[in-house]
């Protein structure tokens, strides 16, 4: 015999530590220690060793609620909360446990667990969660057999029962579960930002392009961004994120834009996109470039196509744009010129002097720049991220010294030149590149992919993109990848998944799919619903068809072809005489009391058979199955052994005059 | 609370917590009510029921269904309580209690309660079974004056034969004569007198008593009614033949059990109807 409380102990101990672990990396020291301080101390409590009096957990809990208290702030509100969860679990964990301190250890665990998410949205929640809920379920039902059956000890068997009824239930609730997800409501704008953290803020972006500033860059292959869109040619896939605008000390930085600088018609291919930033990384909302619009997102937008996310970027959020493969962006109106040809007063001398050579010569804005072109091509510059250019000047040292650098020595020196030279110029940071996930259909872009370039404003045509880095001798822009590794494959076929993590689960809102749905008047308005409705149905109805089959085959298995033309006869009878048939009844003695010939012929056949240990001749069960398709209508005959006879629901009892 | 902390946070992984606990809930509803839908409840009760007098209730619970095991069932009935912890499908359990029923009379239950925790804790879930059983509770037997013979009043009539017979009182010691059953030597004067002495009871069932509840001794009717029954019992122990002078009816003496059952019975509904 097994004691209820035991499994109970065992089941709690796990709950708790799934509510722990994933909380984990995100608590203080002290809540860390304490946890499995308890855990230990919780064990041997169970065992009565060195049991804790209940009045110290109190003062525990108190303590604590009090020193956690005193932290909270507007602005720390997880913080102590998650840590003070910690803390009343493990208090719970090794005092006393009775019905109700079970039921509190799950809810603390649960919601301890339900906080991590705060966190970290990672997929490994999945198995965390699927984890929780099956040993919550079991437990709860362990916990109702504890606290109400007459027993504290069960048999093995049925233990087994129980544990296999319980666990049935998380896997009776899934499709329910996929179900309410979907069709849960929610707000449009969370009413608790402060409670989504979202990690540290991360900018992938710089705010200010300042090279010299290091000898050496070092490249991170940390996620930046995924885009779902069409596969590109390499060569258009320039994300555009932030235009730097003014050149100020040895750096270009953003400042406000001038006023009147209006945007025309972009022409050239159109490509949608949905993007979906890394958490803390979407301050600029990066697109294709040139982005002629964006939604799904809050953001303020300004005539340089630089889209500024409201409310900080903060927290996982996605949006959808437009964009304009175009390597010009028309003006409506004149730019203000003085502002986008002003350079900082220091200056070095072969800089302004090469500036100032190349305004003589060009006649135009547009022979200025291919001047300047073939001045970067004759250089032989060679495009490098160690020993760089440093110094006063380190911009004159890239273009007639060292001659190697990364982008942004290429950008701020060819927009400066410009600028020196007359022509309007900004810089325009972003990304260049990203790995196609074919899997999945979209883009993932990395931060050694983030890239600077120019944009030169000619006259009548407006801006115009220029890379000056493609005039590296040795520019990696230009490398086409080749066949893919293994290992490259299965990185994509993981990252695939935790794309679709993001897409159908923690991005999943149905009110705003089905507005941009509507909005992008696809003309399926009626049907959209239906068919996310009809999808919901079926993830509903596959893992349900899916338990039934595995129940048929099981018992296919167990049963042979005798006991289950047996089991149906049965089944026959109790329906067509409704009676009950105890297991206990012999099949001879039910004929006797049936008194219908159909079934005598049954049980002859199937008796003669069975009860001399042969099995059933193939002919013999075509026959009992027909027999069995007789007992139809035998209701009607009429027949006189219904009031009495085993098993029968209608009985006569001892004390005379009573029926059931 | 999840809930809320779900609306106002607008993070889908507490949405993916808050659906599951839903639809947990709604799962562990409809297992509950699997659990005390397919069982039947069948109330055994013995022959004889006696009103004031503890009598054993067994409630015999049968699993119907053919996958789900029922577990943790309550049967509330006759103001008793039958716990099963777990039935089998296609199971029969018996649990039994001890109950008291105050009135004579007819008794219909019209319905037992059938109610269970499983599978949380949160709630109970209760059905009302049906039912139609009938069962009759004789009046409680008070202590009468045996009767001895005519004169004794409430006998209508009574013989005395001096037959041997196996039940009734003691007669006489006479010797073991060889065709005696063994349960009536009697040990302590067989040990005494150095020889087998048997003991010799009146065999008073061949002498028919018919009770009038009317002359009977009791200052109630319930009272009489209440002394006929013991003596019915007391008399149909001994093997008497025993019938009953009602106000309007005379029911003719018999010896059977399903005689005294009858007598009881119509002792128990006199007046009643």
Redesign the interface.
């Known amino acids: 015999m097994v004691r209820i409380k035991t499994v109970l102990n065992f089941l709690a101990y796990g709950i708790a530590l799934l509510g722990f672990v994933p909380l984990f990396p995100y608590l203080e020291t002290v809540p860390r220690m304490i946890f499995p301080a308890a855990f230990v101390s919780g064990i041997m409590a169970d065992r009565k060793i060195f049991p804790i009096p209940a009045w110290i957990s109190t003062v525990i809990s108190i303590l604590f609620f009090v020193f956690y208290a005193a932290q909270f702030t507007k602005d720390n509100v997880v913080g102590p909360a998650v840590n003070l969860l910690v803390i009343l679990l493990s208090v719970r964990l090794f005092s006393d446990k009775t019905?109700r301190n079970y039921l509190q250890i799950f809810a603390l665990s649960?919601?301890s667990?339900?906080s991590s998410?705060?966190f970290s949205?990672s997929p490994v929640?999945l198995i965390y969660?699927s984890l929780i809920?099956v040993l919550i379920?079991v437990s709860?039902?362990m916990?109702?057999?504890y606290?109400?059956?007459?027993?504290p000890l069960?048999s093995p068997r049925?233990l087994t029962?129980?544990m296999s009824?319980?666990l049935?239930?998380?896997v009776?609730?899934?499709p329910?579960?996929?179900?309410?997800?979907i069709i849960?409501?929610?707000?449009q704008?969370?009413?608790?930002?402060f409670?989504?953290i979202g990690g540290v803020k991360v900018t992938g972006l710089t705010e200010k392009v300042e090279p010299g500033s290091a000898s050496a860059v070092s490249e991170v292959k940390n996620i930046a961004l995924r885009a779902d869109c069409e596969k590109l040619p390499k060569d258009r896939l320039y994300w555009r994120g932030i235009v730097l605008n003014t050149f100020e000390g040895n750096a270009w930085v953003r400042k406000k834009t001038p006023p009147g600088e209006e945007g025309a018609m972009l022409k050239g291919k159109t490509v949608r996109q949905t993007i979906y930033p890394e958490p803390g990384r979407a301050v600029y909302l990066v697109a294709l470039n040139v982005p002629r619009g964006i939604s799904g997102t809050r953001f303020t937008a300004e005539h340089d196509y630089t889209y500024t996310a409201r409310g900080g970027g903060i927290g996982r959020i996605k949006y959808d744009v437009e964009s304009v493969l175009s390597d010009t962006i028309e003006t409506r109106k004149a730019i203000d010129r003085n502002f986008y040809l002003h350079v900082p007063e220091r200056l070095s001398r072969r800089m302004v002097d090469l500036g100032k050579s190349i305004a003589g010569k060009g006649k135009d804005d547009e022979e200025k720049i291919s001047l300047l072109e073939s001045e970067f091509m004759a250089r032989n510059l060679t495009y490098a991220t160690a020993n760089l250019p440093v110094g006063e000047f380190p911009l004159d040292e890239f273009l007639f010294e060292k001659r190697r650098g990364h982008c942004e020595f290429f950008a701020s020196s060819f927009a400066l030149l410009l600028r020196l030279a007359g022509v309007p110029a900004r810089l325009v940071g972003g990304f260049l590149g990203g790995e196609y996930n074919d899997l999945g259909g979209y883009y993932v872009v990395t931060d050694d992919m983030a890239h600077v370039w120019v944009e030169a404003y000619i006259q009548g045509k407006g801006w115009l993109m220029i890379d000056p880095s493609k005039w590296a001798v040795n520019f990696p822009g230009a490398v086409e990848s080749g066949q893919r590794s293994f290992a490259q494959s299965l990185r994509m076929t993981i990252d695939a998944f935790s794309y679709y993590w993001n897409v159908a689960?923690?991005?999943?809102d149905l009110e705003r799919q089905l507005r941009f749905i509507n909005s992008a008047n696809i003309g399926l308005r009626g049907l959209s619903l239906r068919a996310i409705l009809k999808l919901a149905v079926y993830l509903a109805i596959f893992p349900c068809l899916a338990v039934i089959a595995i129940?048929m085959m099981k018992r296919r298995e167990k049963s042979s072809r005798e006991e289950r033309i047996l089991a149906r006869f049965l089944r026959k009878v109790a329906k067509e005489y409704r009676i009950?048939i105890?297991?206990e009844t012999g099949l001879h003695e039910l004929s006797a009391t049936l008194n219908n010939p159909v079934a005598t012929r049954f049980v002859a056949i199937y008796g003669r058979a069975v009860y001399h240990d042969r099995r059933l001749a193939p002919e013999e069960i075509r026959e009992l199955t027909i027999l069995i398709s007789k007992m139809i209508g035998t209701k009607s005959r009429g027949h006189s052994g219904m009031d009495s006879g085993p098993g029968n629901?209608v009985?006569i009892?001892?004390?005379?005059?009573?029926?059931? | 609370m999840?809930g809320f902390?779900?609306?106002?946070?607008?993070?889908?992984?507490?949405?993916?917590?808050?659906?599951?606990l839903?639809?947990?809930m709604?799962?562990?509803g409809?297992?509950g009510w699997l659990n005390i839908k397919g069982a039947?409840v069948?109330i055994?009760?013995?022959?004889e029921?006696y009103s004031g007098m503890e009598t054993l209730v067994t409630v015999r619970l049968?699993n119907?269904r053919r996958?789900?095991?029922s577990?943790?069932l309550k049967v509330n009935v006759l103001e008793g309580t039958a716990?099963f912890?777990?039935v089998?499908c296609?199971?029969?359990r018996k649990k039994s209690f001890t109950g008291r029923f105050r009135e004579r009379g007819?008794h219909l239950v019209t319905g037992v309660e059938l109610s269970s925790?499983?599978?949380?804790?949160f709630f109970v879930r209760s059905r009302r079974l049906p039912?139609?059983?009938?069962?009759?509770v004789f009046p409680s037997p008070l202590p009468s004056p045996l009767p001895g013979g005519h004169d004794k009043p409430g006998m209508n009539s009574a013989l005395t034969v001096a037959v041997k017979g196996y039940e009734g009182d003691l007669a006489k010691i006479n010797d073991y004569s060889g065709a005696d059953p063994l349960r009536l030597i009697h040990w302590r004067l067989s040990a005494k007198h150095g020889e087998l002495k048997v003991k010799e009871l009146t065999a008073s069932a061949q002498i028919p008593v018919i009770l009038d509840i009317d002359a009977l001794p009791g200052s109630t009717l319930e009272e009489n009614l209440s002394r006929a029954v013991y003596l019915v019992n007391r008399l149909m122990r001994s093997n008497r033949a025993v019938g009953l002078q009602l106000r309007e009816r005379k029911i003719a003496p018999a010896v059977s059990r399903s005689h005294k059952?009858r007598l009881l019975?119509e002792l128990a509904l006199y007046g009643k109807n």
């Open positions: 019905d649960l919601f667990f339900t998410s705060l949205l929640f969660l809920l379920a709860l039902v916990l109702t057999f606290s109400t059956s007459s027993e069960v049925g029962r129980i009824v319980a049935l239930m998380p009776a609730a899934l329910l579960m996929l179900l309410l997800f849960l409501p929610r707000t704008v969370p009413l608790w930002n409670l989504n689960v923690i991005d999943y129940a009950w105890s297991p629901m009985r009892q001892g004390n005379g005059i009573d029926k059931p | 999840l902390a779900a609306v106002n946070t607008g993070n889908n992984l507490i949405f993916l917590i808050v659906a599951a839903l639809a947990f709604s799962v562990s409809i297992l039947n069948f055994d009760l013995p022959d029921i049968v119907r996958y789900l095991p577990f943790l716990d912890d777990l089998e296609g199971e029969e007819e925790p499983f599978p949380i804790n039912t139609d059983r009938r069962f009759v059952l019975s």
